[in-house]
């Protein structure tokens, strides 16, 4: 019974590619939210989606793109993929005015070459 | 600019010994976590301490927030190696404008050898 779930956990793909990152949780949590651990592991905060509705977006390049079917599903597109965008991607949700907590998907490590 | 700064970035001790991370900001918030990262796993979270001064004890781990709700330490007694592992403070605002937006330490990483 994964909490939070994402797919795919390895990505490889060339420069210039689109791919979709998708996220998936059963806590029944309201707000959703992706986060990017770069090579240092530092985990900064791209997108947060609540019950559907973009609330933050921490000026992430246009070519990210969220989409929140639903409350229990957030989907991450990126288009023409480049170098830098190599990273782990989490999936994460949480009831933020409850503490905050989070739960954290297993992550996608993406390796664009 | 990183608002949460934690030390030390790297700690490796024999197992037996005890450690203490730091996670301190100059901002306030209204709750801190304490989350653990091993390889290839999202983070998991340990404890959320929302009260100034207030200590949480889970097992040989133990938790501080400072009084000003500003800082936090981690203290681990006679460490294990599956004590091992990449320690994350993460702050959070819990307001409608934040929507409970976590800000990460860069990390601790742990590493007990037996």
């Known amino acids: 019974d994964t909490a939070v779930s994402q797919t795919p956990k390895y990505l490889v793909t060339q420069m210039g590619n689109d791919k979709s990152i998708k996220c998936e949780q059963n806590l029944g949590h309201d707000t959703m939210y992706w986060y990017k651990q770069d090579s240092k592991k530092f985990l900064k905060i791209m997108f947060s989606y609540n019950n559907k509705e973009l609330i933050i977006n921490e000026t992430v390049p246009n070519r990210f793109s969220p989409k929140s079917p639903d409350k229990a599903h957030l989907n991450l597109h990126i288009n023409s993929l480049e170098l830098g965008d190599s990273a782990v991607y989490f999936c994460?949700?949480?009831?933020?005015?409850?503490?905050?907590?989070?739960?954290f998907g297993q992550g996608t490590r993406l390796t664009v070459v | 600019t990183q608002l949460l700064e934690q030390s030390p970035q790297f700690l490796s001790i024999q197992e037996g010994e005890n450690l203490t991370v730091y996670c301190n900001s100059s901002s306030v918030f209204s709750s801190l976590q304490w989350y653990r990262q091993e390889p290839g796993e999202g983070p998991v979270l340990l404890v959320t301490?929302?009260?100034?001064?207030e200590v949480k004890k889970l097992k040989r781990l133990t938790f501080q927030f400072g009084d000003a709700r500003k800082d936090s330490s981690l203290h681990i007694t006679a460490a294990q190696p599956g004590d091992t592992g990449l320690y994350l403070c993460?702050?959070?605002?819990?307001?409608?404008?934040?929507?409970?937006?976590?800000?990460f330490g860069a990390g601790t990483q742990v590493v007990v050898t037996p």
């Open positions: 994460a949700s949480s009831q933020p005015l409850r503490r905050a907590e989070a739960f």
């Open positions: 993460a702050g959070a605002q819990v307001t409608t404008d934040s929507w409970g937006k976590l800000q």
């Open positions: 301490v929302v009260t100034g001064g």
